[in-house]
């Protein structure tokens, strides 16, 4: 089965910066991938979903990209803002649409 | 309008006890799944039903139960609570559009401390 891997420390960066965040997989590419927000005490909300015949995709001020060769995908938000603080998860799509979640990174954005 | 609700939102209940989660989602969506999230925040599913037939059932002890009334409806029920069971339970939904990409849609979870 799949495994994903997500910077297990927090990232600190200053406001206005971009905020990068990796997910790592091990075994096949996924058909998909997906990347949610995850408040304290909340449940995940989808941000946004990556084919494997994409390399890039944009949302406002978020980008994901996706690698299949590296069996990575990357996160990013521009010009991050104190209200982007928060966990980040990296989903997979594992056999019949079931989706495997990495752990999350949590981003902390300080103004 | 909540899309996603779950009751209880916290559960404090001794080692041994049975007790139930409920979840409802007004969004239409024809899938729904049971996650646990634990303490290092891995969240892991635990069951998916499709229009109230089970079709993804993890490596979970048998003291889990899920039950779907309806294709809206899908609820837990814990046998013999365990010290291991406390954890956050999410609930989530998903219409799987053409294509078979799916996004769920999760409740706000639901906190089980077992004493």
């Known amino acids: 089965s799949q495994k994903i891997e997500q910077n297990s420390e927090a990232l600190n960066i200053q406001e206005g910066k971009t905020a990068t965040l990796t997910c790592n997989y091990t075994?096949?590419?996924?058909?998909?991938l997906q990347w949610y927000r995850q408040d304290p005490g909340r449940g995940p909300v989808f941000l946004l979903l990556i084919r494997e015949n994409e390399k890039e995709k944009r949302k406002e001020r978020l980008k994901v990209t996706f690698d299949t060769t590296l069996k990575q995908s990357l996160f990013h938000i521009t010009a991050s803002q104190p209200a982007d603080s928060a966990t980040y998860l990296c989903?997979?799509?594992?056999?019949?649409?079931?989706?495997?979640f990495g752990a999350g990174t949590i981003l902390r954005v300080k103004s | 309008d909540t899309a996603v609700s779950q009751t209880p939102k916290y559960l404090v209940t001794q080692m041994g006890n049975d007790k139930s989660i409920k979840c409802e989602q007004n969004?239409?969506?024809?899938?729904m799944y049971w996650y646990k999230q634990d303490s290092k925040k891995f969240l892991k599913i635990m069951f998916s039903?499709?229009?109230?037939?089970?079709?993804i059932n993890e490596t979970v002890p048998n003291r889990f139960s899920p039950k779907s009334p309806d294709k809206a409806h899908l609820n837990l029920h814990i046998n013999s609570l365990e010290l291991g069971d406390s954890a956050v339970y999410f609930c989530?939904?998903?219409?799987?559009?053409?294509?078979?990409?799916?996004?769920?849609?999760f409740g706000p979870g639901t906190r089980l401390l077992v004493l």
């Open positions: 989903a997979l799509e594992e056999y019949g649409n079931k989706l495997v």
């Open positions: 969004l239409g969506h024809d899938t």
């Open positions: 039903y499709n229009n109230k037939e089970l079709i």
């Open positions: 075994n096949y590419s996924p058909a998909y």
């Open positions: 989530a939904s998903s219409q799987l559009p053409t294509g078979g990409e799916e996004t769920q849609y």
